[in-house]
T-cell receptor, first 114, second 113 residues
């Protein structure tokens, strides 16, 4: 069975540019969450989408946006990239049925902003 | 105060050692608790959920103390393959975001031969 897939795996962008990261959840999972992990830190929550609606937003600027499509895949968009946006971006999918539902993570997209 | 705080590391132990990791969380209304494992340059993976009654999975034992807002993980008879970063994770719940996981900084364990 396919797990959570993210694309691209690595990306280098220049300050001020825009980036779109993509995530396909496990088949049957309706919830997708995005996390940012900078080196030496734990992942930090950015967004959660469930049934195509935003259900939660972390403490990130408006440059960060996301959406979920009818097939439950998701995109994370970041505008006006800053050097500090360099990080591993993780997507997690879950059935979304409850608080103890296990979240399965993709391998992440490693974004470098130069 | 950080939402989830873990012991500073790293931990470097010999094979066969018992090691304990501790974690505290600030939101007393938090709903669910986990330990995740993250190998170098890989994604986090669920190691185990944590319950007030305590739970054990082989060499791993997790404990939750809601009154003290404290979570622990005990690893017995450490193996080389246990070398990884261990992340304490809390789901505060509420607000409709049932998958908003709050991670600690992580603690790195190195098990040496």
């Amino acid at each position: 069975d396919a797990g959570v897939t993210q694309s691209p795996t690595h990306l280098i962008k220049t300050r001020g540019q825009h980036v779109t990261l993509r995530c396909s959840p496990i088949s049957g999972h309706k919830s997708v969450s995005w996390y940012q992990q900078v080196l030496g830190q734990g992942p930090q929550f950015i967004f959660q989408y469930y049934e195509k609606e935003e259900r939660g937003r972390g403490n990130f600027p408006d440059r960060f946006s996301a959406r979920q499509f009818p097939n439950y895949s998701s995109e994370l968009n970041v505008n006006a990239l800053l050097l500090g946006d360099s990080a591993l971006y993780l997507c997690a999918s879950s059935l979304g049925g409850g608080l103890e539902t296990e979240a399965f993570f993709g391998q992440g997209t490693r974004l470098t902003v130069v | 105060r950080k939402e989830v705080e873990q012991d500073p590391g790293p931990f470097n132990v010999p094979e066969g050692a018992t090691v304990a990791f501790n974690c505290t969380y600030s939101n007393s209304a938090s709903q669910s608790f986990f330990w995740y494992r993250q190998d170098c340059r890989k994604e986090p993976k669920l190691l185990m959920s944590v319950y007030s009654s305590g739970n054990e999975d082989g060499r791993f034992t997790a404990q939750l103390n809601r009154a003290s807002q404290y979570i622990s993980l005990l690893i017995r008879d450490s193996k080389l393959s246990d070398s990884a970063t261990y992340l304490c994770v809390v789901n505060p719940g509420g607000g409709g975001a049932n998958s908003k996981l709050t991670f600690g900084k992580g603690i790195t364990l190195s098990v040496r031969p």
